[in-house]
């Protein structure tokens, strides 16, 4: 688990360096990286930044030193300004919450949890994750051109998809997201495995357990993913 405050202030502190009169959905739209007008994203990215603040607190509840009155004080002020996002209000309500004070004191909340946790961090480089989300959309194009069964295609694209996805919110969000994708994606396998078997011998389907596989390496998950899904991906990899 990567310190979840760090990433809250972080973002935060992008939407808030927009102007004032700037629209916030456009602020949000440009400080999440995502195309302009696609709001199933925005609303994925902006239920994240909700874990993350929701993941702060837990970490400020346990802790003697930082749970107290000032600390819950700002960051129920952050709770109020996520609940008062309104896509067609300027940034102007957004910041009256979200001032500099408030910045200010996440930050301080940010350091003081990662002085008082021990935090792990994947840290897979920026190159890396272009390079794996081009594979990806290579990948897709060629098994959507493929011969493979309308089964297979729909499965395999379904999960290249979401793969693709949590890759760009991991530079944002942090390994959380990325680790569940990458879990339900192998769980998707284990379940529709009949479909997955009829084609063991293609190239794509090859191309698709290399992308698990190297997911898995780079995460380091070890014993995190299922025991009993891990080495039939394995398995499957050496039978295609």
């Known amino acids: 688990m990567e310190n979840p405050a760090l990433k809250l202030h972080s973002i935060l502190h992008e939407i808030c360096s927009y102007q004032t ?24 990215c902006l239920n994240n930044l909700q874990h993350l603040l929701n993941e702060t607190k837990i970490l400020t509840e346990q802790h ?20 008062k996002i309104n896509f067609k209000d300027n940034l102007g309500t957004f910041k009256s919450y979200m001032n500099d004070e408030t910045l200010t004191a996440l930050s301080y909340i940010a350091q003081s949890i990662n002085f008082n946790y021990t935090f792990s961090n994947s840290n897979i480089n920026t190159d890396t994750i272009n390079e794996l989300q081009v594979d990806i959309e290579e990948l897709i194009i060629s098994i959507s051109e493929s011969e493979l069964p309308p089964e297979a295609k729909a499965l395999l694209i379904k999960n290249l998809y979401s793969i693709k996805s949590a890759l760009h919110h991991y530079i944002l969000f942090g390994e959380q997201e990325l680790i569940k994708t990458l879990e339900e994606t192998i769980g998707s396998i284990f379940v529709n495995n009949e479909t997955l078997t009829e084609v063991n011998g293609d190239q794509n389907v090859s191309r698709f357990f290399g992308v698990i596989d190297k997911l898995n390496s780079l995460l380091e998950l070890g014993s995190s993913i299922n025991d009993k899904v891990l080495p039939f991906v394995k398995e499957f990899m050496k039978i295609s």
């Open 21 to 44: 009169n700037v629209n916030i959905q456009d602020a949000c739209f440009a400080a999440f990286k995502i195309e302009n007008g696609n709001f199933i994203e925005l609303a994925v």
């Open 64 to 83: 003697e030193q930082l749970n107290i009155i000032t600390t819950q004080k700002f960051l129920q002020r952050t709770q109020v300004a996520l609940e």
